[in-house]
């Protein structure tokens, strides 16, 4: 069965104290993975798609990385408007239409 | 440059009563999802879109009907509401091999 694990839950980290967040998932095969952040009240927004092992992708602060059974969305220096729920979702092979979502990382960055 | 609007912002209804979610995109995109999102279960598809005048179940669809009005529209219907469907009711829309797009959302309470 198709599995996708984001950790931890909920993070909460101090301005400028840089961390990482993990997708890890188990799947039969794997055709993009996207990263999304999402603002409370709001509808996710996209950040990242990433399609094979060793492709990175930079924006800001955020820099997203994968590998063959995990991405990582390493966030540098981070600011409190830094501060939302990240969500993984990934794209499988045979379904080329939906995405499969992790629950998600709730990250607080404190001033 | 409105996106992915989606109405009502928030609804209340009663168990049995029946509703229709709309969601409306400008992007001209083909495809166009529906996803429930609950607290610890993260985003689940409730129906998807692939093509104007095509409509396919995903993982929970149990309890809904979906209408693919025209390119634009994508509707989602309740037709005997229960408490177990109160959530948040996110719709999403995409072009061939690009992101999905989210709207904000409609919050649904079923009493």
């Known amino acids: 069965e198709d599995q996708v694990t984001q950790s931890p839950e909920a993070l909460r980290l101090q301005e400028g104290e840089s961390s990482s967040l993990n997708c890890s998932y188990t799947?039969?095969?794997?055709?993009?993975l996207f990263w999304y952040r999402q603002d409370p009240g709001k509808g996710p927004e996209f950040l990242f798609t990433?399609?094979?092992a060793g492709e990175e992708k930079e924006k800001e602060r955020l820099k997203a990385t994968l590998t063959k059974k995990e991405s990582f969305l390493h966030i540098t220096a981070p600011k409190p408007e830094d501060s939302a729920t990240y969500l993984c979702?990934?794209?499988?092979?045979?379904?080329?239409?939906?995405?499969?979502f992790g629950k998600g990382t709730l990250l607080t960055v404190n001033p | 440059n409105a996106g992915v609007t989606q109405t009502p912002k928030f609804q209340v209804l009663k168990t049995g009563q029946s509703m229709t979610l709309q969601c409306a995109q400008d992007?001209?995109?083909?495809?166009m999802y529906w996803y429930r999102q609950d607290p610890g279960m993260g985003l689940r598809l409730i129906y998807y879109?692939?093509?104007?005048?095509?409509?396919d179940k995903g993982e929970v669809p149990n309890g809904y009907n979906v209408s693919r009005l025209n390119k634009r529209e994508f509707s989602l219907r309740l037709e005997s509401a229960a408490p177990s469907q109160t959530s948040v009711y996110f719709c999403?829309?995409?072009?061939?091999?690009?992101?999905?797009?989210f709207g904000d959302g409609t919050r649904l309470s079923i009493l």
């Open positions: 999403a829309s995409r072009d061939t091999d690009q992101p999905q797009h």
């Open positions: 799947v039969s095969g794997l055709r993009g």
């Open positions: 990433l399609y094979s």
């Open positions: 979702g990934l794209r499988l092979v045979g379904s080329n239409y939906k995405l499969t």
């Open positions: 992007m001209n995109h083909n495809s």
């Open positions: 879109s692939a093509s104007e005048g095509t409509t």
